[in-house]
């Protein structure tokens, strides 16, 4: 009695389930595989031999090729340059009045113009919450050479908080790992005639 080979014993354990299943892979919908096993079985391999042949050509290539790059544009810049903290505040003097403690990140090009300024953090009366990952992100996406950071303090007292010192300093750290240099951090406030004060963390020497 001969014994049956190992590829003779595969295709004898092959139940109909999992040959209805190969034959629905290849079959754009179920009407079309009805039409394929109602086929007497000499032309079942015909048939099957058209459609595998008709997959191979409209099958999607593997690999693209890659015709082009999305290079980000220059963006405009304004004009007035930012040299000092005396300049940033005097740019966001209009936020001083705010109730809500805010943040701005201001993105520099390398002659230190504004690019865009972006509010990054909402927060309460008496403080905004504020993560370097959301205060970086802005500077990245406009390509900037620098930044500037800005919060107000809706108490008019532009005086920095311990807090104000710390995110400062982890800021700083952050900024040294990416290497995005800071212009500045101005806080905001208001004088005894409602006109801006500020104080810079730079002239206390955290930057």
Same mark, same amino acid.
């Given at each position: 009695?001969?014994?049956?080979?190992?590829?003779?014993?595969?295709?004898?354990?092959?139940?109909?389930?999992?040959?209805?299943?190969?034959?629905?892979?290849?079959?754009?919908?179920? #009407?079309? $595989?009805?039409?394929? +096993?109602?086929? !007497?079985? &000499?032309?079942?391999?015909? *048939?099957?031999?058209?459609?595998?042949?008709?997959?191979?050509?409209?099958?999607?290539?593997?690999?693209?090729?890659?015709?082009?790059?999305?290079?980000?544009?220059?963006?405009?810049?304004?004009?007035?340059?930012?040299?000092?903290?005396?300049?940033?505040?005097?740019?966001?003097?209009?936020?001083?009045?705010?109730?809500?403690?805010?943040?701005?990140?201001?993105?520099?090009?390398?002659?230190?113009?504004?690019?865009?300024?972006?509010?990054?953090?909402? #927060?309460? $009366?008496?403080?905004? +919450?504020?993560? !370097?990952? &959301?205060?970086?992100?802005? *500077?990245?996406?406009?390509?900037?050479?620098?930044?500037?950071?800005?919060?107000?303090?809706?108490?008019?007292?532009?005086?920095?908080?311990?807090?104000?010192?710390?995110?400062?300093?982890?800021?700083?750290?952050?900024?040294?790992?990416?290497?995005?240099?800071?212009?500045?951090?101005?806080?905001?406030?208001?004088?005894?005639?409602?006109?801006?004060?500020?104080?810079?963390?730079?002239?206390?020497?955290?930057?």
């Amino acid at each position: 009695m001969r014994s049956k080979t190992s590829s003779e014993l595969s295709s004898a354990q092959d139940s109909p389930q999992k040959m209805l299943c190969d034959y629905t892979a290849l079959f754009a919908d179920a #009407g079309a $595989l009805a039409d394929f +096993l109602m086929l !007497p079985h &000499e032309e079942q391999e015909q *048939a099957l031999c058209a459609v595998v042949s008709q997959r191979c050509q409209t099958r999607e290539p593997r690999y693209k090729v890659v015709t082009g790059f999305d290079i980000p544009q220059v963006k405009e810049a304004e004009s007035e340059p930012m040299r000092s903290a005396v300049d940033i505040a005097n740019r966001m003097a209009d936020q001083r009045k705010n109730a809500q403690e805010c943040f701005w990140v201001l993105t520099l090009n390398q002659k230190h113009r504004i690019i865009s300024v972006h509010l990054v953090s909402l #927060g309460t $009366l008496t403080a905004a +919450l504020v993560h !370097p990952r &959301e205060v970086f992100l802005p *500077a990245v996406l406009d390509s900037a050479a620098c930044v500037g950071f800005v919060h107000n303090h809706p108490s008019g007292d532009p005086l920095p908080s311990r807090e104000d010192r710390e995110l400062t300093r982890r800021l700083k750290s952050a900024a040294d790992i990416m290497g995005i240099p800071i212009l500045d951090h101005v806080i905001l406030g208001r004088g005894e005639r409602g006109d801006v004060a500020f104080a810079s963390l730079a002239e206390e020497g955290l930057l």
